[in-house]
């Protein structure tokens, strides 16, 4: 992200206290009277944060995201808007010399606020989305102990909710510019104080006498991507009273591996910035030839580029120096005429969207670094390739920016309209947007400038199922047009150098590389003309997904479904009242109605059944005895939901669909709905089977016609692969097996390979397993693999309730590395069941060393290679190891070993009962996987231990076959 080298961040040592209860004013607080220590009114403040995330760190109120504790908590609309205004005050250092300027800067306030600063006062204006630099240079102590506080007030329209509640509550806060699901949402209860306070990143800047501000970046191809340019626009400052002579230096660094650095290039210019002014200053291109280019996640590498600017002002040196990461890429956009749906090209290359909806990370605000690598990691993880920042929510953080630069993620970013808020809802919402127009596009112009040199940045859009109002959608319309050189047009017989005074240098935009679309429903999303033909969002047939009448645009923005996640977040949010499950209401019709909770019902829990439509698909397992059984079987739907809504948008790839984003990746608070994973960040099973769906190269059953198909979404060709398809009873036994080989398969397309006949026999089981595999036949080497649990039609999986008692033996080894307190563990799971004979004469199921396996790559493993395997893994981390290590889980069964998921938990002496023992984070490489017999799989975890003194990490397996909690190391 960029990075002000002289900058100093103020996120510690600040505190906070009601205006109300404190009798200085900002003067006195900064002069004769500053608090010294969190002694009553006063408390440690969270900066970056907001009010309400103060009051929970001091436990002056309850944690809103336990159980029905948000309803504890006095809304501003009963307390007014002082109860939750608020002094900041802090202090710092900052000494300058001669010549020096410093800065106080402010990159985000909710929503306006008067800043004193050594008895200096400073009006700071409203708005959420923008920034506040502050000259502070003559007001600053010539001895460098400097006094700030910050009186921080509310939006001006906080509204009030419903008794009923609703999208947006009263759709007040509308009027504003500010973050509008705070008033309440089907996904979300109400934020109290509107997320009220200093909300993001604080700092000074001492610069010489002239100061970069707002560089942007841009990047041009031609010549099919073989040249490039790279084009710098940056706005200059002087801040002296005399005319600067200024040597302006650019710098773009390569970082090879292992901290190996190439200078690309290095360039340097020359000019005068006249005495107290600000001038725009664009570079002469750079050229590149062949750089190395970003791709989203799934389809290259994320290749980076350190952009460094250096000013020196003459008889002073070096005056200011930025940097920024800079992806060199293309996108493009347009509406596809086979589909409707909007396509997206990433450096000329169309690629097939799937991706998630994101609120925001914390519903409160506690935003930080590590929190943000956890997210967009996860989403990497998922296989995903883009995110949309939805219109309630932010205008999401270079932080976040970067992680989605670093892992591939595309972004999706709308501005502050929603359709419930601007224009429609129960009340009628006020249509015109914001009371202050000009505002808004205050805001909206210096997020782009915040934002525009992200690699990752995709496209901007207008809002939430609504256009802004008239005005500000014409002029969001001409701010963020389109250079020519950026529309969808074949430009290779364009030349760089010679640019007509019509085109000018495209840095000079304010962006000019994105589209920008008026509304999420419109231009290619949805029906493309406003309509409400988005959704649904609740839970489906997963056969329904591959149908064709199941959606009928080529780009959904948003459809959701279910996610409960495991007992122990349930067990860890909700008090012991919490953890009964719905009740299953048998109606006339037969189907069930779910009725849950009242606590489950405020935390906005999506049902397992749609009455008329979809048979409760937890109770297809069996009734479900207390959380862990509900939560388990949850885990099972949870992942066959996911899993075939991506395969079914998969299989249709070009042919009808250019896209789908789920609504939502994740949850701002402990909800129990639309989620990959909770709020605590752990995983639900439906995290998994989306991994596995969205593969860039995947073997998928169509579950609507039973056909085998294969997905490639890469850029390269598939030859010489074979594909492999074995069933399992519940009795172990392999009953049906088949295979063709020399396959080839075309890039970015999809292929029908062979149909599964295996329901259509005579003697198919009622239950039953299936195993799909796509491996290279010159080393064997998996590919794609892929599990399912099926039933016949009109089935249950009721008979996988008696499948729990059988016992699958299991070798576990594995390796424990760390770093600090960084680990890393490697684990093969080896299912050492006998099958002692098989059904299909045409199965090339064989005996090895007197062990059942599949002639595999992953099969064909013994002690030999299970470390070689181990030691190819540990070149990748450079830690201390505690050598391999084996644990056997005993049983005289044989079959699949079903349904296996790991956690990682502290061991310490001193656990209390009951208490939730999880390390979170964690990143698996895969998990709740199941494993024939003979078969061995490898998992990879890595995770942090955040308080290391006296926290020995274990392993625990959980399994469908297992009752009790296997610790394997």
Known sequence: ?????????????????????????????????????????????????????????????????????????????????????????????????????????????????????????????????????????????????????????????????????????????????????????????????????IWDEVSISVTGPVKIIDLHLVSSFFDNYERAYLHTTTELENKSSWTAECSLSIQVIMELEDNICLVEHVETQ???????SRVQYTFPELFFYKPNLWWPNGMGKQSLYNVIINIDVKEYGESDSWSHLFGFRKIESHIDDATGGRLFKVNGEPIFIRGGN???????????????N?????????????????????????????????????????????????????????????????????CARDTVKLLRNHPSLALWVGGNEQIPPDDINTALKNDLRLHPWFEAVDETNKSVGHLSPELTDPSQYLDGTRIYIEGSLWDGFADGKGNFTDGPYEIQN????????????????????????????????????????????????????????????????????????????????????DLDDFCLKAQLVNYVQYRALLEGW?????????????????????????????????????????????????????LATYSIEVVNTTLKELSNVAMEASVWNLEGTCSYYKILENLSLLPKKVASISEMDYPKSKNSEPVYFLLLKLYSMSDHTTISRNFYWLHISGGDYKLLEP?????????????????????????????????????????????????????????????????????????????????????????????VAFFLHFSVHTSKKDNKEGEDTRILPVHYSDNYISVIPGEVMHIELTFEVTDPEGVTPCVALHAWNYDETHFIL
Request: proline fraction near 7%; charged fraction near 20%.
């Open 1 to 197: 992200m960029a990075e002000q080298h002289r900058k100093t961040v103020l996120d510690s040592g600040w505190l906070a206290a009601r205006s109300t209860e404190v009798q200085f004013t900002g003067i006195q607080l900064t002069t004769t009277h500053p608090p010294t220590s969190p002694t009553s009114p006063w408390m440690q403040a969270l900066v970056p944060g907001t009010v309400l995330g103060t009051l929970v760190k001091n436990k002056v109120v309850p944690d809103p995201f336990y159980g029905l504790q948000n309803e504890d908590i006095v809304d501003i609309a009963d307390s007014g808007r002082d109860y939750y205004t608020f002094w900041f005050f802090t202090t710092f250092n900052c000494k300058l010399s001669i010549n020096q300027h410093c800065d106080l800067n402010f990159r985000g306030i909710n929503y306006y606020a008067d800043v004193y600063l050594n008895g200096h006062e400073i009006t700071l204006p409203k708005g959420m989305f923008r920034r506040h630099a502050i000259d502070v240079t003559d007001i600053l102590h010539p001895d460098g102990s400097n006094l700030l506080a910050v009186l921080v007030h509310p939006p001006d329209h906080p509204g009030r909710i419903p008794p009923e509640g609703g999208q947006g509550g009263d759709h007040e806060i509308g009027k504003d510019v500010a973050t509008q699901y705070v008033e309440g949402w089907d996904w979300i209860a109400p934020i109290r104080d509107r997320n009220t306070g």
């Open 270 to 276: 020359y000019l005068s910035v006249p005495a107290n």
């Open 358 to 372: 994101w609120i925001l990370s914390d519903g409160i605000l506690r935003l930080s670094k590590k929190r943000y």
């Open 374 to 442: 956890a997210d967009i990691k996860f989403h990497a993880d998922m296989n995903l390739n883009m995110i949309r920042c939805w219109g309630g929510g932010l205008a999401e953080r270079p932080e976040f920016y970067h992680y989605c630069d670093y892992y591939g993620l595309l972004v999706w970013q709308e501005f502050w309209i929603t359709g419930d808020v601007d224009g429609r809802g129960d009340p009628i919402s006020n249509p015109n947007g914001p009371l202050d127009h000009d505002l808004f596009l205050f």
């Open 542 to 625: 997963p056969e329904d997904f591959f149908k064709d009448n199941y959606y009928d645009y080529g780009f959904n923005p948003e459809v959701g479904s279910v996610g409960v996640p495991v007992a122990s977040t349930i067990r860890a949010t909700m008090p012991p009242e919490g953890w009964k499950i719905p009740v299953f209401k048998k109606l006339s019709n037969g189907y069930v109605e779910e009725v849950p909770n009242p606590i489950w019902e405020y935390h906005k829990y999506i049902p397992y059944s749609k009455p008329s439509k979809v048979h409760d698909q937890i109770q297809l397992y069996g009734d479900a005895k």
């Open 650 to 702: 998969s299989s249709r790839m070009w042919s009808k669909y250019t896209g789908v984003l789920i609504w939502k990746t994740q949850n701002p608070w402990t909800g129990l709905r639309g989620q990959f994973y909770d709020h605590l960040l752990d995983q639900t099973a439906g995290f998994y089977g989306c991994r596995c769906a969205a593969e860039p190269i995947h073997i998928q059953l169509n």
């Open 803 to 895: 499948y729990r008692k059988k016992k699958i033996p299991l070798r576990i080894t594995s390796q424990t590395s760390n770093e600090g307190s960084t680990y890393k563990i490697q684990i093969q799971v080896k299912n050492t069941s006998k099958e002692p004979y098989f059904k299909s004469s045409t199965s090339r199921l064989s005996y090895v060393d007197g062990k059942d396996s599949l002639e595999t790559a992953d099969s064909l493993v013994d002690k030999e290679h299970e470390v070689g395997w181990f030691k190819r893994s540990q070149r990748c981390f450079a830690g201390k190891s505690d050598g391999l290590k084996v644990y056997e889980i005993n049983g005289n069964d044989v079959g």
